[in-house]
T-cell receptor, first 116, second 112 residues
Framework: KAGVTQTPRYLIKTRGQQVTLSCSPI?????VSWYQQTPGQGLQFLFE???????NKGNFPGRFSGRQFSNSRSEMNVSTLELGDSALYLC???????????????FGPGTRLTVL | AQRVTQPEKLLSVFKGAPVELKCNYS??????LFWYVQYSRQRLQLLLR??SRESIKGFTADLNKGETSFHLKKPFAQEEDSAMYYC??????????????FGQGTTLQVKP
């Protein structure tokens, strides 16, 4: 099976702009989670989508949003970019079946966003 | 508060020495605990999870609910074990399974 893919891999934006990042999960996986990774804060959970619905959300401002399509592909959007949004954005997919135990999350390579 | 603490940023050992990467957690409820690993230029990947009770690449981790710890151990370190290790937790139930809370990570350096 092909792994999780993220596009683009690198992105440079300026303050005030907006950006959209894309994530294609492993075939058959219905859950997509997004994380922000920075040297100072480490890996922080942004949100999770399952069957096109946001199922869980982290403590990020409303400038960070996402969505999921019927084919489970997901996008995240950051509006009004700030310097502090510079980070590696990771997405992860999992099968997330009907059981209550968390399934293994498979991570993509990340999108490196630089805000100037 | 939900929190994962990895007290060591860097752990440096010689090949063949025992390794213990510490992880403590705070969670109101019964969490699932994981260790993820990131080798140089590779993606973050699952190493092991407490519910499977497996030994992967010689690593084991036991969940100690009394001490709220999930330390990762290996009796004899190998140079190929050099990597960044993250301890993570997730709540149970479908509303929590997609959210991982990570520690800050520990870089393991195994010297020849």
């Amino acid at each position: 099976k092909a792994g999780v893919t993220q596009t683009p891999r690198y992105l440079i934006k300026t303050r005030g702009q907006q950006v959209t990042l894309s994530c294609s999960p492993i075939s058959g996986h219905r859950s997509v989670s997004w994380y922000q990774q920075t040297p100072g804060q480490g890996l922080q959970f942004l949100f999770e989508y399952f069957s096109e619905t946001q199922r869980n959300k982290g403590n990020f401002p409303g400038r960070f949003s996402g969505r999921q399509f019927s084919n489970s592909r997901s996008e995240m959007n950051v509006s009004t970019l700030e310097l502090g949004d510079s980070a590696l954005y990771l997405c992860a997919s999992s099968y997330s079946g009907s059981g209550g135990s968390p399934n293994e999350q498979f991570f993509g390579p990340g999108t490196r966003l630089t805000v100037l | 508060a939900q929190r994962v603490t990895q007290p060591e940023k860097l752990l440096s050992v010689f090949k063949g020495a025992p390794v213990e990467l510490k992880c403590n957690y705070s969670y109101s409820g019964s969490p699932e605990l994981f260790w993820y690993v990131q080798y140089s230029r590779q993606r973050l990947q699952l190493l092991l999870r407490h519910i499977s009770r497996e030994s992967i690449k010689g690593f084991t981790a036991d969940l100690n609910k009394g001490e709220t710890s999930f330390h990762l151990k290996k009796p004899f370190a190998q140079e190929e074990d050099s990597a960044m290790y993250y301890c993570a937790l997730s709540g149970r139930g479908s509303s929590n399974t997609g959210k991982l809370i990570f520690g800050q990570g520990t870089t393991l350096q195994v010297k020849p």
